[in-house]
T-cell receptor
């Protein structure tokens, strides 16, 4: 069964430092997508980055990069040069291609707080 | 701005009542998804529509129903509301039907049942 695990309920990071948010997943589907979403205190769910299971290179989007280690079933989000506006809840998520293509399964989230 | 719109932003109602949440997908997206986010259950998938047809159901209660109209907007109907239905309800949309492409979320409707 598909599952997403985020083991860090909360993190504090100094502004301008890099931060890594951990995510592991479990699936038996050979084709899947991995996502990271940001949810600020205002509540909206903002898409950050996507990694396909067959992608050879790690995805990058500006200050966000996804450290994809397929054999370890790991999809950590790296935020470089953190900013105060990065303070939010971050969700790792997965969507399978075949068995349940409709839904995204979300992890429990990591609350990131950036210190000035 | 994801391009997905949801109305209303906030909704306060009483137990036993019925409400309708509305969603308009991004331009060109044919798939619409509904999710519920509550403190105790996290983010839960409710239902998926593609081009007007129901594609998949998740943890959706029988008191809840949804539909997608010919113009692709979708409505989620919640009836016989209970205190436990208080949550943030998200609509998301994507381009395709059965591939794991990105789902873009709307701003959500915060439902409070008193």
């Amino acid at each position: 069964a598909q599952k997403i695990t985020q083991t860090q309920p909360g993190m504090f990071v100094q502004e301008k430092e890099a931060v890594t948010l951990d995510c592991t997943y479990d699936t038996s589907d050979p084709s899947y997508g991995l996502f990271w979403y940001k949810q600020p205190s205002s509540g909206e769910m903002i898409f950050l980055i996507y990694q396909g299971s067959y992608d050879q290179q790690n995805a990058t989007e500006g200050r966000y990069s996804l450290n994809f280690q397929k054999a370890r079933k790991s999809a950590n989000l790296v935020i470089s040069a953190s900013q105060l506006g990065d303070s939010a809840m971050y969700f790792c998520a997965m969507r399978e291609a075949y068995s349940s293509a409709s839904k995204i399964i979300f992890g429990s989230g990591t609350r990131l707080s950036i210190r000035p | 701005d994801s391009g997905v719109t949801q109305t209303p932003k906030h909704l306060i109602t009483a137990t036993g009542q019925r409400v309708t949440l509305r969603c308009s997908p991004r331009s060109g997206d044919l798939s619409v998804y509904w999710y519920q986010q509550s403190l105790d259950q996290g983010l839960q998938f409710l239902i998926h529509y593609y081009n007007g047809e129901e594609r998949a159901k998740g943890n959706i209660l029988e008191r809840f129903s949804a539909q997608q109209f010919p113009d692709l907007h979708s409505e989620l109907n919640l009836s016989s509301l209970e205190l436990g239905d208080s949550a943030l309800y998200f609509c998301a949309s994507s381009r395709n039907r059965d591939v794991p492409d990105t789902q873009y979320f709307g701003p959500g409707t915060r439902l409070t049942v008193l």
